[in-house]
């Protein structure tokens, strides 16, 4: 599985580590949900420290899409709010 | 996978097919990419600049800063030796003034030197994708065969795509980041034109009265101790100086 961390960049992860992420992902959704911002950052940086702590981190000449991005590391609470709702992180 | 990640892979996935649906024919599709990513890499070599210069600028504010505090600071010492408290006060409250604008551009300034190196790694990355996709497109197009060749494009073109969209992402950011910045050395400035930071003795056309008065304090001061030095060399104590008499 290849995972982005948005502005960082791409890592290979075991695919055993999806559920642990999707759990985490959706743990920070309902944070967000309930306007709880210290769970929010708690869970975040868990799914970033995650990814990097299992990824390999792919070559720059990779040319690869990913399966699963990740919103960058300095994701506030505020722009993960606006993901739920409006343009989301990259607008057009 | 739904939610936060969910989401962002939609997003930039959907960025990165709207770009590549443009063009129709499989060679036309690797030569527009191509030149939409040369047209990005353009695009962040000129934001490391745009970066360069808003540090700079900070940076130079520093030091004019560090320069008035010293200046204010000598000038509140001789407001008071000159029996001025009034006048020292207010160059002690420029002097806090300055040095508080000081603390806060210095985080600043660090930030944007973290900015400034993640997009020269950022640029690196993407150069060296751009690199692989040429040579990619090159074999793709000599070996050009119907469908097969089709899947490849999408393959190299996709991975290269959401670079592109990811790097402009971080530009995005660093931008915004430095818009604020940017604001902030306005507004810095603006104080520094009003004269809030100037030094008090420097006469321009927006000195209030307080410069004027100290202006003329330090003048006279200077005027005062030079004739003290004569009186000394003269040996005599004549009245006090006249030049008292000429101020407002």
Redesign the interface.
């Known amino acids: 599985m290849i995972v982005?961390i948005?502005?960082v960049?791409q890592y290979r992860l075991p695919d055993a580590d999806?559920a642990r992420?999707?759990e985490l992902?959706?743990g920070?959704?309902a944070a967000?949900d309930a306007g709880d911002e210290q769970r929010f950052a708690d869970l975040?940086a868990q799914?970033i420290a995650l990814v990097e702590a299992d990824g390999e981190a792919l070559?720059?000449?990779?040319?690869?899409?990913?399966?699963?991005?990740?919103?960058?590391p300095?994701?506030t609470f505020a722009e993960?709010r606006a993901?739920?709702s409006g343009d989301?992180?990259?607008p057009? | 996978?739904?939610?936060?990640?969910?989401?962002?892979?939609t997003?930039?996935?959907a960025?990165?097919s709207k770009l590549l649906d443009r063009a129709e024919d499989p060679a036309e599709t690797l030569e527009y990419s191509y030149q939409k990513q040369i047209e990005m890499l353009q695009n962040v070599k000129k934001g490391i600049a745009d970066v360069v210069t808003s540090k700079k600028r900070l940076q130079l504010q520093s030091q004019k800063l560090e320069q008035q505090v010293v200046k204010l600071d000598t000038q509140a010492r001789q407001a008071l030796a000159a029996g001025n408290e009034e006048l020292a006060r207010t160059a002690l409250e420029r002097k806090q003034l300055a040095q508080t604008e000081l603390q806060s551009l210095d985080p600043q300034v660090a930030e944007l030197e973290g900015q400034q190196a993640?997009m020269i790694e950022?640029e690196?990355?993407l150069r060296?994708?751009i690199?692989?996709?040429r040579t990619?497109k090159e074999v793709i197009k000599a070996q050009y065969s119907a469908a097969e060749a089709q899947v490849r494009i999408s393959?190299?073109a996709?991975?290269?795509g959401?670079e592109m969209?990811?790097v402009?992402?971080?530009m995005?950011?660093a931008v915004d980041k430095t818009e604020n910045m940017r604001a902030r050395a306005a507004a810095v400035e603006e104080l520094e034109k009003a004269g809030a930071f100037e030094d008090i003795t420097q006469l321009g056309s927006g000195a209030d009265d307080i410069d004027r008065q100290l202006a003329e304090l330090t003048s006279a001061s200077g005027v005062d101790s030079e004739l003290s030095k004569m009186k000394a060399e003269l040996g005599s104590g004549g009245p006090q100086p006249a030049i008292e008499e000429g101020k407002a």
């Open positions: 982005r948005s502005t960049g999806a992420l999707n992902d959706n920070a959704v967000v975040f799914m070559a720059d000449d990779d040319l690869h899409g990913s399966d699963v991005i990740l919103p960058p300095d994701t993960a993901e739920f989301g992180l990259i057009d | 996978m739904a939610g936060l990640a969910g989401r962002m892979s997003v930039v996935k960025k990165v993640s950022n690196k990355k060296s994708k690199d692989a996709f990619k393959e190299a996709t991975g290269v959401e969209a990811d402009g992402l971080a995005q950011r």
